[in-house]
């Protein structure tokens, strides 16, 4: 017995007892779409409260992390300041200082926040881009938080006037161009230069609307039709920009039957056009859960209110539905889900943010006014490893890790499709199709035996020439045999 045929018997008997190593809620989906337990690849460090924090006024309705370097800020946005804190080596969450004014010379500008729902730091030049919500602007400050300048309402005839203005979200590009999301606004992105001025509209989300209501819209008379809401884009709720200058923007707002059609598109990555360019090759689509029911009275698909973006490109996303994580690759296939609603630490009563440092996350609570702290665990470092390894090019080395991945959890679908992948990569054309053919993914196996078919001809063209000079003489020749003997009995 070879040793993959040993390592193969060794992980069934892992599939066998997976159960034994769920010790969380941690799961991903098989092949037929139905949940699979795993291994834990977080565990909750640390969860954060007030007094953790050393503050003398607890957080209150907190709505937005963001981190850089190993600083977090927390926008804590009813007591109308900006924590800053710093993450150490040593695991630890310290407060380093709370941020409610900023610095200016100019008397007219109002110098403290009103509700700020959300930060950016631009990690070219440490400036500031805060939603200060109920003020009505995005405050733009220096590294030292002087006063620079305001984004205020567009004054422009492309944005409808009527309603007030409430920026919630903003992100920036290494240029100083921000991109605010504003309460109401559903043209997608507002868009502005470093200068302030505003150049249109971003990212507008594609327009989605029900047959039988469009339908209805054809046969309806005109006061229906004004009575019936517009077909109008949906709203984006948040969003992130990675380091190669994309945003990924999440919505939340779909109808549930758009969602296995890909027309919902909850995760996109948007480009510099605002396209969606986000890679789709997984199993199943980046939505979440792929099957919801009435469970605990909640019946929703998964409703994403952030994501952060790894270095390594692997998204994560959380959910509001039913508090969970969801971490995909840049493939778009799922590598895990895990989290839940509840009172117990790991899980959420109202989780509105999500961060990273390196590859630890951080989720904000907004009712539970806490932070949570998750650090990968041994299994989950594998599969980090693993995806990194192949997309650095050492397909041998990733070949190994998912070897290791295996022999934890036999389960695990992508650690096959991995082991494939690498195969495939290293021109092992022959165990790529084993593998593929053992997870059905048929793209991928389509490809190998495309490849191995090619080889086997140019390994075996000779043999065939000659199988095929011999099928087309040996008529040919008993033919003449034949028509020998015929001339030779004649005579």
Not at 196 to 208: L, N
Request: include cysteine; charged fraction near 25%; hydrophobic fraction near 40%.
């Amino acid at each position: 017995m070879n040793r993959r045929k040993i390592l193969l018997t060794i992980t069934s008997l892992f599939t066998l007892c997976a159960g034994l190593f769920a010790k969380g809620d941690t799961y991903i989906y098989d092949i037929w779409g139905d949940i699979e337990k795993s291994p834990d690849v977080y565990r909750v460090s640390n969860v954060l409260y007030a007094d953790d924090l050393d503050l003398e006024v607890g957080l209150r309705n907190p709505s937005s992390l963001f981190a850089i370097g190993n600083l977090v800020y927390v926008c804590d946005t009813e007591n109308n300041r900006i924590i800053e804190l710093e993450y150490t080596d040593k695991k630890a969450v310290e407060l380093i200082r709370v941020i409610d004014h900023f610095n200016t010379e100019d008397e007219s500008i109002i110098n403290t926040f009103s509700a700020p729902m959300d930060i950016f730091i631009n990690a070219e030049n440490g400036e500031y881009y805060i939603a200060d919500t109920n003020n009505g602007r995005v405050v733009h400050l220096d590294s030292e938080l002087n006063f620079i300048r305001e984004f205020r309402e567009p004054d422009d005839p492309t944005y409808e006037k009527g309603k007030v203005f409430y920026p919630q979200k903003v992100v920036a590009d290494s240029k100083g161009r921000a991109y605010v999301l504003a309460k109401n606004v559903n043209k997608g992105f507002i868009k502005y230069e470093y200068d302030g001025t505003f150049t249109g509209f971003f990212g507008a989300s594609e327009v989605t609307y029900n047959w039988l209501d469009l339908l209805w819209k054809k046969f309806a008379t005109r006061a229906q039709r004004e009575q019936m809401e517009s077909f109008v884009p949906t709203e984006y709720s948040n969003a992130y920009m990675d380091n190669e200058g994309f945003i990924y923007a999440v919505t939340k707002t779909f109808d549930e039957w758009t969602l296995l059609g890909d027309q919902a598109k909850p995760i996109r990555r948007l480009n510099a056009l605002g396209g969606d360019i986000l890679i789709k090759n997984g199993t199943d689509l980046p939505i979440g859960d792929l099957k919801w029911d009435n469970a605990a009275g909640i019946k929703d698909p998964s409703h994403f209110n952030d994501i952060t973006v790894l270095d390594n490109e692997v998204y994560v996303a959380i959910d509001e539905s039913r508090g969970r994580i969801f971490g995909y690759n840049n493939q778009g296939f799922l590598l895990f889900a895990f989290g839940n609603k509840g009172n117990i630490d790991g899980y959420f009563r109202a989780p509105v943010s999500i961060e990273h440092i390196g590859k630890d996350l951080f989720v904000l609570d907004s009712q539970n006014a806490s932070i949570t702290v998750f650090t990968p665990t041994e299994y989950g470092k594998l599969i980090y490893k693993a995806t990194e390894q192949y997309a650095e090019g050492d397909y041998d080395g990733s070949a190994e890790t998912w070897e290791q991945v295996l022999a934890v959890n036999g389960n695990y679908d992508l650690a096959y499709i991995g082991l494939g992948k690498s195969y495939l990569r290293q021109n092992r054309y022959k165990e790529a199709m084993d593998y593929f053919k053992l997870k059905r993914e048929k793209k991928y196996y389509s490809k190998a035996f495309m490849y191995y078919r090619k080889e086997w001809i140019e390994k075996n063209i000779g043999k065939c020439l000659i199988v095929v000079l011999v099928l087309f003489l040996v008529p040919f020749i008993i033919k003449r045999v034949k028509a020998f003997r015929r001339e030779l009995m004649s005579l």
